[in-house]
């Protein structure tokens, strides 16, 4: 690019853009999964197939408690709540949080990288598939709330938490959460297009950074903004990959859709490839959002996001 397109909206994917997921949810999974077969005192590759069911039932690999809902847990231990299996099963679930918290961990420059672009004036979202308590936790824990205007997550589709709590119900009333709805997949356009309106900024003004060409990539280009292919974050462990595929929550309508969405993105190709976030300096010159954009980010609690269904 001879001249650098001027950004003045960044919208950041999160799982492997900035941070490995598969790198620290796998093994902190089946850390969990060890530890609950000596609770539970039944065979390993049963409870893994016992939970890739809730997986599926859910949509989601990484649902919350699925554990909980086992067969394995419910056959051994009868007849009890889900708080009173929680206290049960808590060491497994503490060992999962321990490892989790243990890996997760920013790609080298991510930090240092958005704080100069917040410094430049530019404004700063995420879009993620990410249920939005795992979305949540992982902003928080990585010390990414203050340089994130605005997240777009789906709602989570599984049982509330155990205790019935409401973690980030003050986080969708003051404006900082768009809820999508929970059968929500990329790629999805209009959800960009969306974004676009309620900063008041033409396509050209934005920036959108992800992993994955066939939905990150060939969504933003759809969506006419500029495109930033973090190469990568498809660099992970091949042996953690195929852990994550013994208990995913893709079914045979999953693995049909990923072959139509990789044939419409077929010649798709992103206007940067990326070997480090970092690189986003080199290419784009990040700007201020005018001050009647400003306002409008900051003007959230009475904005009401269109939830987008899933793609039929």
Request: charged share 30%; proline share 5%; no cysteine.
């Amino acid at each position: 690019m001879k001249e650098k397109p001027h950004i003045k909206l960044l919208i950041l994917d999160l799982d492997n853009t900035l941070y490995d997921w598969i790198g620290f949810f796998v093994p902190a999974f089946y850390r969990m999964i060890d530890v609950a077969v000596e609770i539970l005192q039944v065979d390993r590759e049963t409870l893994l197939t016992d939970i890739r069911v809730i997986h599926q039932k859910y949509g989601n690999s990484e649902q919350p408690f699925a554990l909980l809902e086992t067969d394995s847990v419910k056959n051994r231990f009868p007849g009890k709540s889900r708080a009173e299996l929680a206290k049960l099963l808590d060491p497994a679930l503490h060992e999962f949080n321990r490892e989790r918290k243990k890996l997760l961990k920013l790609y080298p420059g991510v930090l240092e990288t958005l704080q100069y672009i917040t410094g430049r004036g530019s404004t700063i979202v995420a879009y993620t598939e990410a249920v939005v308590n795992n979305s949540m936790f992982r902003i928080e824990r990585l010390g990414l709330r203050q340089y994130i205007s605005r997240l777009y997550a789906p709602e989570s589709n599984g049982l509330a938490h155990p205790e019935n709590k409401d973690m980030y119900g003050d986080e969708a009333k003051n404006g900082f959460l768009r809820l999508l709805s929970k059968e929500h997949r990329k790629p999805n356009p209009q959800v960009l297009e969306n974004i676009f309106g309620e900063f008041s900024l033409s396509p050209g003004q934005v920036l959108y950074i992800g992993d994955s060409i066939t939905k990150d990539i060939s969504m933003a280009k759809r969506a006419g903004a500029w495109a930033a292919w973090s190469k990568y974050g498809t660099f992970y462990d091949k042996k953690l990959w195929e852990k994550l595929v013994r208990i995913t929550h893709w079914t045979q309508k999953d693995i049909d859709r990923e072959t139509q969405i990789r044939k419409e993105a077929e010649g798709v190709l992103p206007d940067v490839e990326l070997n480090s976030f970092s690189e986003l300096t080199r290419y784009y010159e990040f700007i201020p959002v005018s001050n009647e954009a400003e306002g409008l980010g900051k003007v959230s609690t009475e904005h009401q996001f269109k939830l987008i269904p899933h793609p039929v």
